[in-house]
């Protein structure tokens, strides 16, 4: 069940990120797991540890 959450969680975010004009990865090689990227020119605008502090930058 943990997984179908993550998962589901991952998808809400990934849209939101969207809808604000990034592109939400994960970064499996890199110091922070979470990325958000600029949708026009892919430069790294965020980035994070975890899944909350992305969606605290969504939210602000």
């Known amino acids: 069940m943990d997984d179908i959450f993550r998962i589901t969680r991952v998808q809400g975010l990934t849209e939101r990120a969207a809808q604000a004009g990034y592109h939400l990865?994960?970064?499996a090689h890199s110091s922070f797991s979470w990325?958000?990227?600029d949708?026009?020119?892919g430069?790294?605008?965020h980035?994070?540890?975890t899944l909350d502090q992305i969606e605290q930058i969504l939210s602000e």
């Open 25 to 27: 990865v994960c970064e």
């Open 35 to 37: 990325i958000l990227l």
């Open 39 to 41: 949708n026009e020119d």
């Open 43 to 45: 430069e790294c605008i």
């Open 47 to 49: 980035s994070a540890k």
